[in-house]
Nanobody, 115 residues
């Protein structure tokens, strides 16, 4: 069983930046971030494999950057040029190889973009 511990998040102004971090308790094939707003389903933001292959939602391409430190089992999400529509609870995710969907989740961290 892998535990995920998130940090970062909070309040930012439109156009501002925030950085999320998530540390896993063990090695895991793919890590990433999903986000969810009230009444809507959780959707993918970005993921990255242990080999460095990344995937982004179209809505964040060019603004968000996902990176990973395999030695620390930690994934980062640098969020720049934030928009009010980025406001959501962000969940760290992780999945074992061979799975198509995350099987581990963090507790969630609130990101609010507002002036």
């Amino acid at each position: 069983q892998v535990q995920l511990v998130e940090s970062g998040g909070g309040l930012a102004q439109p156009g501002g930046s925030l950085r999320l971090s998530c540390a896993a308790s063990g090695r895991i094939y793919s890590m990433g971030w999903y986000r969810q707003t009230p009444g809507k389903e959780r959707v993918l933001v970005a993921t990255i494999t242990s080999g460095g292959s990344s995937n982004y939602a179209d809505s964040v391409k060019g603004r968000f950057t996902i990176s990973r430190d395999n030695a620390k089992n930690t994934v980062y999400l640098q969020m720049n040029s934030l928009k009010p529509e980025d406001t959501a609870v962000y969940y760290c995710s992780a999945r074992d190889g061979g799975r198509s969907y995350p099987n581990y989740w963090g507790q969630g961290t609130q990101v609010t973009v507002s002036s």
